[in-house]
């Protein structure tokens, strides 16, 4: 008898386990299948490829926020951060003359030098990651607005540049979806198979601990800001090349939404860690939401609706499971 409850028991926590870990997915494939009964235009060729392309920005925004959640810290610094990369990029081109290269380098550059700022306030100065990064927010919006004069930056900007968001691999394949997926393994290969991964994912755990192993905890910390910060940065640089225009606010909203997809992928794969993966499938609902929604004529504001009911929904099955800490 003992031995069948041990049984049963068990059988149920493997059960149970599954669900935790593969639930998220098993909720894309549901919300694909629904919109796929729902309108014969979402399953076309075309209208999968443009949800990839739509989503592209996103992805690699969100590649960038999970390394810094991954090492404990939040960054809610990236939707400025990339508003600013996409105005520099673009005031480079067409007001200083500068080649195409150089103004991505530069812009990325700079958001990056703001990763720095995070880190060093997280670190040295003790300010918790969640008021650090949304103070920095509002500065990075003053720069931008410094630089632009609050205005958007409208010209034509070099074709090469443009090849960034229109531009088709072997004439196929969109640009942005082969940048966003390069990211995205770049990125799980640093979290998953590099020692500096390990050192950012063992800090997250438990910082004591990572401490304690002799991992030079600060610097994990810096980095993986410093990272959130470049993916944020090419992510604002996409979407200008997108947008064809550099606009002081575009990037501001991926806030929400970077945010809202690592929040669902830590429900996935490895409950209650933020992991590329699992954002990664974070980022395909909400592309799938967005796009089923329009194609069914839904109101723009339902959009908004069920981005935020989703991360409620996320967080509060995180938080349940007490898999998210919020304050060390």
């Known amino acids: 008898m003992a031995t069948h409850a041990q049984a049963t028991g068990a059988s149920r926590a493997d059960f149970g386990g599954l669900i935790a870990r593969y639930g998220t997915v098993a909720a894309a494939l549901v919300i694909f299948v629904g919109f796929a009964l729902a309108s014969d235009r979402f399953l076309s060729v075309g209208n999968l490829s443009n949800i990839l392309v739509q989503i592209s920005v996103l992805m690699v925004v969100s590649s960038g926020l999970t390394v810094a959640v991954s090492s404990g810290e ?98 196929v394949v969109p640009v942005p979806i082969v940048i966003a997926l390069v990211v995205v393994a770049v990125f799980y290969v640093l979290l998953n198979r590099t020692r500096l991964g390990r050192s950012i994912v ?52 991926y806030l929400m939404d970077s945010l809202t997809a690592v ?15 699992g954002t990664l499938v974070g980022v395909i609902i909400i592309g799938m939401l967005d796009n089923g929604l329009n194609l069914l004529g839904a109101p723009f504001y339902l959009q908004n609706e069920v981005r935020g009911i989703v991360m409620i929904a996320a967080v509060s099955l995180a938080v349940l499971r007490s898999e998210i800490r919020f304050f060390r």
């Open 74 to 171: 939040f960054d809610l610094s990236v939707g400025q951060v990339a508003s600013l990369s996409g105005v520099l990029v673009a005031g480079l081109m067409i007001w200083a003359g500068l080649p195409v290269a150089a103004a991505i380098a530069l812009s990325i550059l700079a958001g990056v030098a703001i990763g720095v700022v995070n880190g060093l306030l997280v670190t040295w100065l003790r300010i918790p990651s969640l008021i650090a990064t949304l103070a920095m927010g509002p500065i990075a919006l003053g720069l931008n607005y410094a630089y632009t004069n609050g205005d958007s930056i409208y010209a034509q900007m070099p074709d090469s540049f443009y090849y960034i968001a229109k531009g088709k691999l072997f004439g």
């Open 202 to 253: 063992a800090t997250g755990a438990n910082i004591q601990a990572a401490r304690l192993s002799g991992i030079k905890v600060n610097r994990a910390r810096i980095v993986a800001l410093v990272l959130s910060a470049l993916g944020a940065a090419m992510g604002g640089i996409m979407l200008t090349a997108r947008l064809g225009t550099g606009q002081s606010g575009a990037g501001d909203a």
């Open 263 to 277: 929040f669902l992928g830590m429900t996935a794969f490895k409950p209650g860690r933020a992991t590329v993966q």
